[in-house]
């Protein structure tokens, strides 16, 4: 999967998962890690992109059906 397909996919989950962290968590320590992982997505860190659609989407998935 090229690179920028990635980054629109990682987008996509992470808007799913930022919305579920915020509605669901007062833990600000969560929501502190969960933002800077969104920002280090859009610098394009590639680590971070490849958690977020190896970790996070499977968790959004699961969360679709609800």
């Known amino acids: 999967m090229r690179?920028?397909?990635k980054l629109d996919l990682a987008i996509e989950i992470m808007a799913a998962k930022v919305?579920?962290?915020l509605t669901e968590?007062?833990?600000q320590e969560l929501v502190?890690?969960?933002m800077l992982e969104r920002e280090q997505m859009y610098s394009g860190n590639m680590e971070v992109i490849e958690k977020i659609i190896k970790i996070y989407g499977?968790?959004?998935r699961e969360g679709e059906g609800e």
């Open 3 to 5: 690179d920028n397909v």
């Open 19 to 21: 919305a579920k962290v």
């Open 32 to 34: 502190d890690k969960i």
């Open 25 to 27: 968590n007062s833990n």
């Open 58 to 60: 499977p968790e959004v």
